[in-house]
């Protein structure tokens, strides 16, 4: 009978990638990890693991030790789910993740319908850029992840996630207060500066991509994952931005706000859960508040 702990161990190594993440995201030494997958390993009687370089990867055998894994978690976590349904009160933890225009627009006011509702529910909140959220979600790290997709850029679906679609949120083009009266197409700002997210995430891919529609490349003279300060640069006249809606659920600004032509400019809001939790009440209970805050 193979060890239930060691078993997760392997599974979080498939998905960390390497034995110093395992063993801090689970509060271990290094060392210790590697012991115990070495146990896991003379219980197998087959090899699991093999050296790359200065790190580790999985052999064919550890592969079909991770699928099976994997059914076992999720089973427990629907019997975890079903213990849930069938008490008189939710209590315990649930562990959410969100990004920050969705948690600076609605994330505060779902908490406030959902403490109303389940007093002993204790909710945590963590924000967590969206390219890490569903990761995150697979390894357990949360429970419920609030996400994002970028129209013309869809997410891979892994199995084990269920996602329940929760609005569309539009883009805009932000321009400084000193353009209101100008009437201006995208390709007219082609020589301006332009303030984006980061390379590499879907933000940008995206962003990138309307200004190439468009007939230019974007002058990115200003990266960050803080929209705020997308909205400040271009208030200051710094700047200019595609900016979405959620963003002025939370603030104001003197920034010019034009719509975009073509489309649809407009990004999915989902919530996602691993598969064998998604009727757990404190996860119904949570969507339900999410999706009435949104309407």
Request: hydrophobic share 45%; charged share 20%; proline share 6%.
């Amino acid at each position: 009978m193979y060890d239930l702990h060691r078993l997760r161990l392997l599974r979080e190594l498939k998905s960390r990638g390497t034995l110093a993440a395992v063993a801090k995201a689970l509060s271990y030494s290094p060392s210790s990890v590697s012991q115990q997958l070495s146990q896991l390993e003379a219980e197998a009687g087959v090899p699991l693991l093999e050296h790359v370089g200065r790190g580790v990867r999985l052999t064919a055998h550890a592969e079909i030790l991770v699928g099976h894994t994997d059914a076992i978690m999720q089973r427990l976590e629907q019997a975890h789910t079903d213990l849930a349904r069938a008490s008189a009160e939710v209590v315990g933890t649930l562990r959410v993740a969100a990004f920050q225009t969705a948690a600076l627009a609605f994330v505060p006011d779902a908490l406030t319908a959902l403490r109303a509702q389940l007093p002993r529910l204790r909710v945590h909140v963590r924000h967590i850029e969206a390219e890490l959220a569903l990761p995150a979600l697979l390894a357990r790290e949360f429970d419920l992840v609030i996400a994002e997709e970028y129209p013309g850029n869809a997410l891979p679906r892994p199995e084990g996630i269920e996602r329940r679609d929760l609005c569309q949120d539009p883009f805009r083009l932000a321009l400084p207060p000193q353009d209101s009266r100008r009437r201006l197409e995208l390709a007219d700002l082609a020589e301006r500066p332009w303030v984006m997210e980061p390379e590499g995430t879907a933000a940008r891919q995206w962003a990138v991509a309307v200004c190439r529609a468009a007939g230019f490349e974007p002058d990115v003279c200003f990266e960050s994952t803080d929209i705020l300060f997308h909205v400040h640069l271009v208030e200051q006249g710094h700047a200019v931005a595609l900016v979405p809606d959620l963003v002025w659920r939370s603030t104001t600004t003197a920034a010019v706000l034009r719509a975009l032509p073509g489309g649809p400019h407009a990004r999915t809001l989902f919530t996602a859960a691993r598969a064998g939790t998604q009727a757990h009440p404190a996860v119904v209970a949570c969507r339900d508040a999410l999706a009435a805050t949104v309407r």
